[in-house]
């Protein structure tokens, strides 16, 4: 069975930085894209990265192109966000999700199927 299980919110201060980890389970990781995905209060979710582990692509949605960083650990089965200079508008439920992906050499995210329980980022101004 697919497990997500998302880490390392909290609330930080505008300019600050965080690293999420999204901690998998029941599957091979290498097999499958990550992704990570944001909701804020009144807002829908939105796509913000995610990572090929079969061939190392990444992918990063404009709002975050520059700040955040997408990598996995293979030896802990461990997918990282790492988020600097965040600001208000970061503030959100962040969630990581997980897919079955076998293209070599794509440029593009598939739909992904699998979630884990979020973790809220606040950042204060």
């Known amino acids: 069975e697919v497990q997500l299980v998302e880490s390392g919110g909290g609330l930080v201060q505008a300019g600050g930085s965080l690293r999420l980890s999204c901690a998998a389970s029941?599957?091979?990781?290498?097999?499958?894209?990550i992704g990570w995905f944001r909701q804020a209060p009144g807002k829908q979710r939105e796509g913000i990265s995610c990572?090929?582990?079969?061939?190392?692509?990444?992918y990063y949605d404009d709002s975050v192109k520059g700040r955040f960083t997408i990598s996995t650990d293979y030896a802990k089965d461990t997918v990282y966000l790492e988020m600097n200079n965040l600001k208000p508008e970061d503030t959100a439920v962040y969630y990581c999700?997980?897919?079955?992906?076998?293209?070599?050499?794509?440029?593009?995210?598939?739909?992904?199927?699998?979630w884990g329980q979020g973790t809220q980022v606040t950042v204060a101004s």
């Open positions: 990572i090929h582990n079969n061939d190392g692509f990444t």
């Open positions: 029941g599957f091979t990781l290498h097999d499958y894209a």
């Open positions: 999700a997980a897919e079955y992906f076998d293209y070599i050499g794509s440029d593009w995210c598939p739909t992904f199927t699998h």
